[in-house]
């Protein structure tokens, strides 16, 4: 984990303990971002004083929320945040955010914006279909904050590791997970949680992906490759060839439904080729991870 974001209560504390928090921090090799209301932040003193400071901490970044329409004036906030946010060298997390607009070009301190209906919203229980159609509609404009990955009762109609998958299907620079540590440290698939990477070299959409239905991804970081499937609200059975990867054996290391309880997974380390192909059997809102690595 690269960063940790740090709530509001950090307001309360001196310079001397957001200090002492930041070094401890870089010990870990963690940056902070702290998070702060937008409408704290409309004046060029605000900006300047805010900014200003937390670059004179050693803090790495802010979480900015609640801007939440899209007004002149509020698209105009984010160029000033931004712009104040780079003279000071920090990078910024948009919370409460409209979507991505392709801004990031010219901000490229700009790390995500949440522009989702994510794990946030604590009442949707339908998450199997509403997760299979985000990944080729919202995700089309840009990189969203989903909060994504949680094993508790949130994750509504989807199974442990459809879950896991989302987290490698998503697309967020800034990949903020939604599960609580202890349970990811405590998974059966911790290993390969831990490997699925903010940033992807290639991804490839594979056939059979239907928006609602079933998402198949493809993802490379570096000569190691992922192969996720989120799948809608329906039990399905799929052939999934892996012909994506290079010449030569791959040792994988494969994630799949426990087809007796949505609330664990069932994991299996094996080799193969690109000539191989895996069959994955998945139950209602189920899913798959598979990673492959030389």
């Known amino acids: 984990f690269e960063y940790h974001v740090i709530e509001g209560f950090w307001d309360r504390w001196s310079d001397e303990q957001i200090r002492e928090l ?18 704290q932040l409309h004046t060029p003193e605000a900006r300047e004083e805010f900014f200003g400071r937390l670059h004179r901490l050693g803090v790495a970044g802010a979480k900015i929320d609640f801007l939440d329409h899209e007004a002149k004036e509020v698209i105009d906030h984010y160029e000033a945040l931004l712009e104040k946010a780079a003279e000071n060298q920090m990078v910024i997390d948009f919370h409460g955010a409209n979507k991505p607009t392709g801004r990031e070009r010219t901000w490229p301190n700009e790390l995500v914006r949440e522009a989702v209906r994510g794990m946030e919203s604590s009442s949707l229980r339908e998450r199997a ?9 919202c995700f089309l404009a840009g990189p969203a ?14 199974t442990w590791a459809h879950q896991i ?51 198949v991804f493809a993802r490379r970081t570096g000569q190691t490759w992922f192969l996720a499937v989120m799948c809608g609200p329906e039990a399905r059975t799929i052939q999934a060839p892996l012909s994506f990867l290079g010449d030569g054996q791959y040792k994988a290391s494969l994630v799949r439904d426990d087809k007796q309880n949505d609330a664990a997974v069932a994991c299996e380390d094996r080799t193969v080729q690109r000539s191989d192909t895996v069959t994955i059997e998945m139950t209602n809102g189920g899913g798959f991870v598979g990673r492959f690595s030389k």
């Open 165 to 215: 998958a989302s987290f490698a299907i998503f697309d967020s620079p800034l990949l903020t997970m939604a599960a609580h540590p202890q349970s990811v440290l405590d998974n059966p698939a911790a290993d390969v949680i831990k490997s699925i990477p903010a940033v992807w070299d290639e991804t490839i959409v594979l056939p059979g992906s239907q928006i609602g239905e079933l998402a």
């Open 129 to 137: 279909r509403h997760e299979t159609i985000l990944a080729f509609t």
């Open 145 to 158: 904050e989903y909060t994504a990955m949680h094993f508790g009762d949130r994750r509504g109609d989807t």
């Open 22 to 39: 930041v070094e401890y921090s870089r010990q870990q090799g963690v940056g902070l971002l702290f998070w702060k209301h937008s409408n």
